[in-house]
């Protein structure tokens, strides 16, 4: 069975036709950048009152909002895999993102484990192959004792 692919460019952006199926392959600077633009801002911090202090609740739900939100993005974690990982509704999550909702401190400490987690993996060397020959570097000119 023969298949057709088709290649188109425009942009930076390149269309491949494979098997009737349109793909699109685009520089990362750009992907991002899309990524991004689809993610919701930051909630706002609420404003201060007549004698300028904020509504502790309110601030409270923004702050934990943000903090999530950069956590998850620097690590290129969706809402999705977040929630996954700390064992929460993907709808929870995103309520909790928007500020709408407090959560408990059962559910941010799940939210924090979970970061950690996978911030911990992030930044872990992969583990060494099993079987692999160990190399021993020698310096030039020094000879073993007894040899």
């Known amino acids: 069975m023969a298949t057709e692919c088709f290649a188109q460019t425009s942009g930076g952006v390149q269309e491949l036709t494979f098997a009737g199926e349109r793909f699109f392959v685009l520089p990362e600077r750009e992907y991002r950048r899309l990524q991004e633009a689809s993610e919701p801002p930051e909630p706002e911090l609420p404003p201060p009152n007549a004698q300028g202090n904020y509504p502790a609740l309110e601030t409270l739900k923004a702050m934990i909002a943000r903090d999530i939100i950069r956590e998850r993005r620097a690590l290129g974690l969706s ?6 990982r700390a064992g929460i509704r993907v709808e929870t999550l995103n309520r909790i993102e928007r500020g709408k909702f407090a ?10 484990r979970a970061l950690k987690a996978a911030e911990s993996q ?13 190399v021993l570097l020698k310096r030039p000119g020094r000879k073993r004792k007894g040899k």
């Open 103 to 112: 959560p408990s401190v059962r559910t941010v400490d799940k939210i924090d």
């Open 122 to 134: 992030a930044t872990k060397p992969p583990p060494a192959a099993e079987g692999k020959a160990k």
């Open 79 to 84: 809402q999705a895999e977040l929630a996954r």
